[in-house]
């Protein structure tokens, strides 16, 4: 088996240029005094399809022949693949069929269908649907387009790292998400065989590292199925095509928390006004959360995928406010009498803490006779200013705890 080559990506990337969208690789003054890192955003959730998986689907495509095309094509996903090649084989006029998990999210599913993609849910998992996706391929003569482990995949996505260099040539590292490692395989390859002092480090959510596990192992490992924010990286197995290229040029891989996920969609929709879902923002949790030793480095880290349900960012945003402590449950207990909700409500006035709920319970928390409990959910700027109010709180002589 032939690993992909710098001339593969590079011709890959002449073949989709006239239609794929060379997105932006803006530089990120806020993330830059964060992290430490002079930062830019590759942000390739700006694409039609708000992913980056177009590039390798429309590679694919494109290298089909009439007869292979007159079939059709038939894929898995757990949604921004799937989305890629449907609106590529749509508007080829090739027939696409798309298995994607039975919990796929339903704005990915929605997005699916109305670019033109037959959708079939099918499995617990994405590798449920793969499986099935594999078979109906193989009985109905559809060809089978794999999210990560084909190499005309591969060398659509190492596109990226071409664009990369061009837009910014003194990059000294490259920060990517990694789910089968479709995505990081032809990045690393385009950049390494180009200038390899630049630094490639993949990003996987804890939750499901199977890239990690393969590179340990030297051959992929099957891990048990998990939940994750980053739908789009839960990938149980890393490909076999992937892991070489992997193992040759990517300097290292490293994990991060479903919190540290959730922080980081929080800071790029506040900060930098862009739309991440989980996977899209596992690399900027890296450089958020400092999961990597790239300090000082020109850091460009991608923003891969911006397919996020907006019931789902708003669960999102509420847990990375949380995490942050900027949205906070607090139990005090204030004297049973006139005015001392006033009191206590006043001082969160003072303090410029807003108040989102509030409830007042005698009977419940084991409140003694002539007190109260008031439990309130509340905002603040961060943990500093949590901090104020707690002191604020003991030194008036309340009894305070924080509800988690």
Known sequence: M??????????????IRPTIHVTPCEYSETFSAISGNPTFFKLENLHMTGSFKERGALNKLLLMSPDERAKGVICASAGNHAQGVAYHATRLGIRAIIYMPEHAPITKINSTERFGGEVVLSGKSFDEALAQAK????????????????????????????????????????LTPVGGGGLIGGIACAIKETNPKIKVVGVQTSSIPSMQAALAAHHPVELPAATTIADGIAVRRAGAQTLPLVEKYVDDVVTVEEEEIASAILYLLEKEKAVAEGAGAAAVAALLHNKTKLKGKKTVSLV???????????????RGMVKDGRLVRIRVIVPDRPGALHALTGLFAEKRVNVVSIAHERA?????????????????????????????????????????
């Open 304 to 318: 891969c995928g911006g397919n996020i349900d907006p019931l789902f960012l708003s669960h999102i945003i509420e």
């Open 364 to 404: 419940y928390h084991g409140v003694t006779l002539g007190n109260t409990s008031v439990e309130t959910t509340i905002e603040t700027r961060g943990s500093e200013h949590l901090d104020e109010l707690f002191a604020a709180l003991g030194s008036l002589g309340y009894r305070y705890d924080r509800v988690l």
């Open 2 to 15: 032939e690993m992909v080559t710098l001339n593969d990506i590079e011709a890959a990337h002449h073949r």
């Open 135 to 174: 078979s109906r391929a193989e009985s109905d003569g559809f060809t089978f387009v794999h999210a990560f482990d084909d190499p005309a995949v591969i060398a659509g996505q190492g596109s990226i790292g071409l664009e990369i260099l061009s837009q910014n040539p003194f990059v000294e590292a490259i």
